[in-house]
């Protein structure tokens, strides 16, 4: 199986920082995209920022500018640096990863437990 594990989330004053991480483990050949995701109360589920495994990346309008993503192939950890936090960045943070197991053809969408961010004004 595989796991995701997010870490790095937190309360901060706005105009503060975090960053935030998620590994994957388990029978993993390779990972393709990886993504950030955020939900805030009472809205949907959306997508912050997005990388692919050869580094591309894109963001959401709203946080483009002060958010980076990155990843780390060697130890399939993928980043978030958020930086110039506002109160609505408020949500919780789900990363997801497009994941090709050892011995299974095709990659499979795995997401972690996701991690909280909160921003206070």
């Known amino acids: 199986q595989v796991q995701l594990v997010e870490s790095g989330g937190g309360l901060v004053q706005a105009g503060g920082s975090l960053r935030l991480s998620c590994a994957a483990s388990?029978?993993?050949?390779?990972?393709?995209?990886m993504r950030w995701y955020s939900r805030a109360p009472g809205k949907q589920l959306e997508l912050v920022a997005a990388?692919?495994?050869?580094?591309?990346?894109n963001y959401a309008d709203s946080v483009k500018g002060r958010f980076t993503i990155s990843r780390d192939n060697a130890v399939n950890t993928v980043y978030l640096q958020m930086n110039s936090l506002k109160p609505e960045d408020t949500a919780v943070y789900y990363c997801?990863?497009?994941?090709?197991?050892?011995?299974?053809?095709?990659?499979?969408?795995?997401w972690g437990q996701g991690t909280q961010v909160t921003v206070s004004s």
């Open positions: 997801n990863a497009d994941v090709l197991r050892v011995g299974v053809i095709g990659s499979s969408g795995y």
């Open positions: 388990g029978s993993i050949s390779s990972i393709n995209a």
């Open positions: 990388i692919t495994s050869s580094g591309s990346t």
